[in-house]
């Protein structure tokens, strides 16, 4: 069992940066992929990053490549989520999510239902 908790999030500006963090529990945090998603109101949630349990592969979606940055320590059993030029449109809760997979694979997983545990969420809203 692992559970999560985002903090991070809050009002800024279209141009500004934030960065969000996730802490996990438990002593095996490299044996878990990470990832971010967000979800607006009417929306469903998509995947914005994720990265391997070794921190040596990542991805992203188009919409914030280039802008938004995944990170992790796995000595904190954290992952980092930096957001550069924000824009109204990345206004959502955005939350962490961790599966459970051995270090060695590199392949992030992109979808909802391929992660095992959430966190409860953190606001960011993007103002124009």
């Known amino acids: 069992q692992v559970q999560l908790g985002e903090s991070g999030g809050g009002l800024v500006q279209a141009g500004d940066s934030l960065r969000l963090s996730c802490e996990a529990s438990?002593?095996?945090?490299?044996?878990?992929?990470m990832g971010w998603f967000r979800q607006a109101p009417g929306k469903e949630r998509e995947f914005v990053a994720g990265i391997s349990g070794s921190g040596g592969s990542t991805a992203y979606a188009d919409s914030v490549k280039g802008r938004f940055t995944i990170s992790r320590d796995n000595a904190k059993n954290a992952v980092h989520l930096q957001m550069n030029s924000l824009k109204p449109e990345d206004t959502a809760v955005y939350y962490c999510a961790a599966r459970r997979r051995p270090p060695w694979r590199t392949e992030v997983p992109r979808a909802p239902n391929e992660y095992d545990y959430w966190g409860q969420g953190t606001q960011v809203t993007v103002s124009s």
């Open positions: 438990g002593r095996t945090f490299n044996n878990y992929a």
